[in-house]
């Protein structure tokens, strides 16, 4: 159980923002390689991110270890639902961390699966997976909202040090309005993509790759997810690494058409292509397996460092 002090500093915390600060904190979603429905036009950052999966193996690696802690998923066939969702949060809830329910990179490690995020083939022993879950292709990767904070304060910083009056307001770990436009003006003057989102290219340059690479749990006193909403951040890569990951289909013989870093039909049937020739779970998005296939050790660390062949 929590402690009172915890929950004493986070009712301080939610009387301390006003109301019309919440409404209006929803985290931000872009990119393209994803299912439903796409934001508003007004809400388009300027540039498209791709969004990164975890597969439908890696998810049902998740429920597996879910269940054997004793939170057991209303299913353990890849398929990501509510129930899965449930039962990740009372995970989280008992372990002290962000209450996304979101599959996040703090969350996979204090689950013990720190080999999925190094893109390692996830075991498929037992009950195979469904078809659902393959046409669903896994669940999006996310940022924690206490590493969401950490960005945050990042660009906070470098606003400050560039005497800038663009900086990201609220730093309680909610992804808004303010925070894409600060990241997206941290991006034009690092000469990035300005894609508004925490993308891996965005969060190289303000240094913070630790959070990338079996990030340590721990404790975080944080609003609670009914005080606001809180989710966390999906980790996104902007077009200059899309373009990296098309380059690299290209060397393996997928053709994945223009190297141009917009992520098309074409890009997608390539990896299709290629996750089909590597025995891979075919899901057409990109997830972590697929880039361990594409010669990325440790895909996000290795990926947010990388630059496209001239």
């Known amino acids: 159980m929590r402690s009172s002090r915890i929950g004493r ?10 109301a019309a600060v919440l409404l209006v904190t929803a985290p931000a979603r872009a990119g393209q390689n994803r299912r439903g429905a796409p934001p508003p ?16 193996a890696a998810v049902r690696q998740v429920q597996l270890a879910l269940k054997a802690a004793g939170f ?5 066939d890849g398929l990501w639902g509510d129930g899965t969702a ?26 013990g ?45 470098k606003a400050l040090q560039a005497k800038s009056t663009t ?24 000469g990035l993509a300005e894609t508004g989102t925490p993308d891996l290219e965005a969060i190289h340059a303000l240094g913070l790759d630790a959070m990338l690479s079996h990030p340590s749990p721990e404790n975080v006193l944080m609003l609670t997810d009914d005080q606001a909403p809180f989710a966390g951040a999906e980790v996104q890569v902007g077009p200059a690494l899309v373009q990296v990951i ?22 997608a049937e390539a990896v299709r292509r290629f996750q089909q020739a ?23 660390p290795d990926l947010a460092q990388a630059r496209p062949q001239s």
Do not use: C
Not at 9 to 18: C, H, K, N, W
Not at 87 to 111: E, I, P, V, Y
């Open 113 to 157: 699966l720190s080999p999925l995020l190094d893109g390692e083939a996830a075991a498929q022993a037992g009950e195979p997976l469904s078809k659902e879950a393959i046409a669903a292709g896994g669940t999006p990767l996310y940022i924690s909202p206490a590493s969401v904070r950490k960005i945050q304060i990042g660009l906070q910083q």
């Open 9 to 18: 500093l986070r009712l301080g915390l939610a009387i301390a923002i006003p």
């Open 72 to 76: 057991a998923p209303d299913r353990t």
């Open 41 to 56: 036009a007004a809400a388009q950052p300027a540039a498209e991110a791709v969004t990164v999966y975890l597969s439908p």
């Open 167 to 190: 900086i990201p307001g609220n730093i309680l770990g909610v992804w808004h309005a303010g925070s894409e436009k600060a990241a997206s003006e941290f991006q034009k003057t690092q």
């Open 278 to 300: 590597q025995g891979l779970t075919v899901t057409g998005n990109l997830n972590l397996e697929t880039l361990r296939a594409l010669g990325f050790s440790h895909p996000l």
């Open 86 to 111: 449930k039962a990740l949060k009372q995970f989280q809830d008992k372990k002290g961390l962000d209450l996304s329910g979101h599959a996040n990179l703090m969350t996979l490690t204090a689950l």
């Open 246 to 267: 098309q380059q690299a289909l290209e060397k393996r013989g997928a053709q994945p058409g223009a190297a141009d870093g917009r992520w098309t039909k074409d890009t």
